[in-house]
């Protein structure tokens, strides 16, 4: 029941206060932490101060094995500029704007952590809701739900003029991506223990990854990183199985 209400509130929150800028073209910068906001609220109501204290630090939890620094870091670059070189093989290549200006990589990267995504939705769709979703089901079912809600979630960007990114995706392509990129998440999340500090920052390398290489900007860049991303998910479920996406004994929270 609490799962339900999570996402209801989740989806409620964000996209009543999307609703200004589809209509209107006017943001309210509070509507992307819907999947925080309800995650919060509802860790409060049940487990009180102490709980919500909990969720939070689990945003430092830096205690996990440092090897899986490099999937979380170099992964999501790998595939999305082998995918933006794959694509500027048969066509011209679009303008890469950080050649010009490198140095705004670092910056972009704190700017996007903070009010790009990853802060606004990883307590919520991880934190929260995967633990609770893996208490029944296993880690790729588990993922493949995250990964649909997930992608619905985005719905309202794709009708709002500034959101080009949105603009020049399909739909359906756009939460065949959530889905597949949700079980990295869920090998990542699992790996190191359940940090939300780890999936913080896989979400911020990828986000970072499409502001640095302008695959949306080509014709096939964006099928080659669903290619990519389907020849990844196929590696990690078959060396480290579906049922977990772990290998050998790492505690995941029971939420």
Do not use: C
């Not at 102490?50 to 996990?64: I, V």
């Not at 208490?135 to 588990?142: G, I, P, Q, R």
């Amino acid at each position: 029941m609490t799962l339900r209400l999570f996402f209801v509130i989740a989806f409620a929150w964000s996209w009543l206060f999307w609703m200004p800028e589809v209509l209107w073209d006017f943001s309210l910068y509070v509507a992307p932490f819907g999947p925080t906001v309800a995650a919060f609220l509802l860790t409060y109501m049940k487990e009180g101060r102490n709980g919500a204290k909990e969720l939070l630090k689990r945003a430092l939890d830096f205690s996990f094995r440092k090897i899986w620094l490099v999937p979380i870091f170099l992964l999501m670059p790998a595939i999305v500029g082998l995918s933006f070189l794959l694509a500027i093989l048969s066509e011209p290549a679009p303008e890469i704007a950080v050649l010009s200006q490198p140095w705004v990589i670092i910056p972009a990267f704190f700017y996007i952590l903070f009010l790009g995504g990853p802060l606004q939705e990883e307590f919520g769709w991880r934190g929260y809701a995967l633990d609770r979703l893996q208490m029944n089901y296993n880690a790729l079912v588990s993922s493949v739900i995250i990964g649909v809600a997930w992608g619905l979630w985005h719905l309202p960007l794709f009708f709002m003029q500034r959101q080009e990114l949105y603009y020049n995706i399909p739909i359906w392509d756009f939460i065949l991506g959530t889905i597949f990129f949700s079980m990295i998440f869920t090998w990542i999340y699992n790996n190191t223990g359940g940090s939300i500090l780890a999936v913080l920052l896989l979400h911020t390398t990828g986000n970072l990854s499409h502001f640095i290489f302008p695959v949306v900007a080509t014709t096939w860049g964006g099928l080659y990183s669903l290619i990519l991303n389907v020849i990844v998910v196929v590696v990690i479920l078959k060396i480290w199985g579906a049922k977990r996406m772990v290998r050998g004994e790492v505690k995941i929270p029971s939420g």
